[in-house]
């Protein structure tokens, strides 16, 4: 099973927000190699922004090294920008949001895991949160 993660996963485990335990799951099963994860470049460069603007260099460099070793991460390539500026015209959502929403397609994921609840709406891809998706496919592992 392959996942495509969202900013807010990542986020939800650097801050420590509700039930980021969830997402904390996710990402070591994704570093223990029992799931694929991927992730866009957008989603690096937003978490690494969180890193740069707390002065935490090291942790941002740990972050962008285990993000090379361990996800597919999905370029903004020609392709890419097309289908995620469509996807952006059709669902009314942000660009940002769009190139990660077609990333999930792009790189062959069964699933888009993100706790925005716009997306969640809008989208017809599947979309599940951290918590649902532990709920249902992590609890034996």
């Known amino acids: 099973m392959k996942v495509n993660l969202d900013t807010n996963i990542f986020i939800a485990v650097k801050n420590k927000e509700p039930d980021y335990e969830y997402s904390e799951k996710i990402i070591d099963n994704i570093e223990a190699k029992e799931i694929e994860g991927a992730m866009s470049t957008i989603v690096l460069a937003e ?39 469509q996807i952006r015209a059709q669902y009314n959502i942000k ?31 599947q979309k599940i949160t951290s918590k649902e998706f532990v709920e249902k496919h992590l609890q034996d592992v």
């Open 95 to 125: 660009l940002p949001d769009a190139i990660i929403t077609f990333s999930t397609i792009f790189s062959g994921s069964d699933y888009l895991i993100t706790h925005d609840k716009t997306l969640h709406k809008k989208l017809k891809i």
């Open 47 to 85: 978490v690494l922004v969180g890193f740069y603007r707390n002065a935490e260099k090291e942790e941002a460099e740990r972050f962008s090294s285990s993000a090379l070793l361990n996800y597919d991460i999905i370029p903004v390539n020609q392709e890419v920008a097309n289908k995620s500026a």
